[in-house]
Nanobody, 125 residues
Framework: VQLQASGGGLVQPGGSLRLSCVAS????????VGWFRQAPGKEREFVAA????????YYSDSVKGRFAISRDNAKNTVYLQMNSLTPEDTAVYYC???????????????????WGQGTKVTVSS
């Protein structure tokens, strides 16, 4: 599967953005899909994920209640709706997918085989 992430940009604190991860080459519903981010000088960190065909979502504590992951199987796309953004959310955001993960593995970026190219989110006034 190939992944194309988009939707990043510059937004003021308190604003919102919606990131998209469009899959091609296979059906995204067969994969666990995660969003990760990496700020300058920091390690890549987990943001949110779906586990394969299920609709149960997993979030990091830092984004829970502000971000929402969703999927549109008809469009073969996974979204990350980001609300109440703060400067600490500034990072390059990546979507990733893997068809073989177990549920306990979805939060670890190194478990994912397929990656999108990243989309930059900057939260600044």
């Amino acid at each position: 599967v190939q992944l194309q992430a988009s939707g990043g940009g510059l937004v003021q604190p308190g604003g919102s953005l919606r990131l998209s991860c469009v899959a091609s080459g296979d059906t995204i519903g067969s994969y666990s899909v995660g969003w990760f981010r990496q700020a300058p000088g920091k390690e890549r960190e987990f943001v949110a994920a779906f586990f394969r065909r299920g609709y149960n979502a997993y979030y990091s504590d830092s984004v829970k209640g502000r971000f929402a992951i969703s999927r549109d199987n008809a469009k073969n796309t996974v979204y990350l709706q980001m609300n109440s953004l703060t400067p600490e959310d500034t990072a390059v955001y990546y979507c990733a997918a893997d068809s073989r993960l177990i549920m306990s593995s979805v939060r670890t970026w190194s478990n994912y085989h397929y990656w999108g190219q990243g989309t930059k989110v900057t939260v600044s006034s």
